[in-house]
């Protein structure tokens, strides 16, 4: 008797002010059930309605255990494919298949995958700062926990908070994010610069570019930087603009990562195949789950690009817990990004207050120590969800303004 699917549902809770999205499916075996994320914290609504109207109507009674065959399925039956919505609620039930049938072989997801091929995984964590000073000062607390690799940011990403237009822009110019990319270039060389006189060779350095200056200035910046050994530079360019990357290669010997906002294949498949980028960092929920993540990394492989999957905020323990188990059993592995979230037992006891409630709703986090994360050995993902917990934290449907970015002109400009 196969084990088919009885029941898909959408949990929406915000533990931390962050909009994620879960999705649970419930089997025809009576307590086998596996959760998934879907989370696009800025659409939650949207994914809501296209997993309970059309995924859930095309999936019930269906075998649960046909991965492969259910993700093609979602994937054409609304006709047009590889759209940031769509892909969100097809991770979400694609995420929630793979914990069921880690559960039905009583195996953790990494077992499925072949296995382990390191013991933890190698995580980076963001430290930001006004100046040097309180930059170093976040980078040494990060030191002190273990940490080897560290994003460095003064100022978020060249841009400060959503505001009145400053000084400088147009008469009537509207509110908004505004960005000065020259300051911003030259400051990012001088705090990385600064960075490295600090603390030597000792920690590894990632930059985040958020694809936030004109392409030809990334190029500028990419140069600029070489001198300081980066672990890589992140997003130099927009996703619509990665020929520029072949520029950064001719004039810099830099690592690359790309990729947190790719959603479609093609996006990523010449940049792998050229070899134009070092480090593929695809968002989890956004490529539709584990089954295309597992594909990708597989593909990488073969052209020598390592994965550092996007690890922020906005994706709930269940992605987090989905990216570490294919780290663990991936020759490619690079690093991982780790938004700071530890276990209840983790000794910094000021973290786990600011973790808590997010612990309380999703227990079962992989474990961060020294500097890496390891995962559980429960079968499947190895995370699960209080629901009455979760309600605690209903959702809020605001309009998004830190990605109302501006030049200064008054124009927008991708965030
Ligand atoms: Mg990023």
């Given at each position: 008797m196969p084990v088919t699917i009885r029941d898909v549902k959408v949990i929406c809770t915000a533990p931390e002010g962050i909009n994620l999205l879960v999705v649970r499916v419930d089997t025809s075996e009576p307590g086998l059930y596996g959760l998934g994320c879907g989370t696009f914290a800025y659409r939650h609504l949207a994914v809501k309605l296209v997993v309970e109207e059309y995924l859930k109507p095309l999936l019930v009674?269906?075998?649960?255990?046909s991965i492969e065959e259910l993700w093609q399925l979602m994937n054409q039956n609304g006709y047009w494919r590889n759209g940031p919505i769509e892909n969100n609620a097809i991770a979400g039930v694609d995420m929630a298949l793979w914990d069921i049938k880690g559960k039905l072989a009583k195996m953790p997801l990494y077992q499925l995958f072949g296995g382990k091929v390191r013991e933890a995984v190698a995580v980076y964590r963001h430290a930001d700062g006004n100046n040097l000073d309180e930059l170093c000062a976040n980078i040494q607390k990060y030191v002190d926990l273990g940490v080897k690799t560290i994003r460095v940011q003064c100022g978020g990403y060249g841009g400060g908070g959503y505001s009145h237009a400053p000084v400088?822009?147009?008469?009537n110019a509207p509110d908004g994010v505004y960005l000065d990319s020259r300051k911003y270039i030259s400051q990012t060389v001088k705090m990385i610069e600064g960075v490295r006189e600090r603390f030597g060779d000792t920690i590894g350095i990632v930059h985040d570019v958020h694809e936030r200056i004109a392409p030809p200035d990334a190029v500028r910046l990419a140069k600029a930087l070489e001198p300081f050994n980066l672990t890589f530079l992140e997003d130099p360019v927009q996703l619509e603009q990665t020929e520029y990357i072949k520029r950064i290669r001719e004039c810099s010997s830099i690592p690359i990562a790309e990729g947190e906002l790719f959603n479609n294949p093609y996006e990523w498949r010449n940049l792998i195949q050229e070899r134009l980028i070092d480090y593929i960092r695809v968002h989890i929920t956004q490529i539709g789950g584990i089954t295309p993540a597992r594909k990708l990394q597989l593909f990488a492989e073969q052209y020598g690009v390592r994965t550092a999957w996007h690890g922020p905020g906005d994706m709930s323990p269940l992605a987090h817990a989905a990216n570490i188990h294919i780290d663990i059993a991936a020759r490619n592995f690079g690093v991982q990004e780790w938004s700071g979230i530890e276990p209840p037992n983790f000794v910094i006891q000021e973290l786990r207050a600011n973790h808590g409630a997010l612990l309380d709703v999703f227990p079962g986090l992989p474990e961060y120590k020294d500097g890496y994360v390891y995962p559980n050995d429960?079968?499947?993902?190895?995370v699960d969800i209080d629901e009455e917990e979760a309600k605690k934290y209903p959702c809020r449907n605001d309009v998004t303004t830190w990605t109302q970015t501006r030049n200064y002109d008054g124009s927008l400009v991708t965030p």
């Open positions: 009674g269906r075998d649960a255990e400088g822009t147009p008469a429960k079968p499947g993902l190895g």
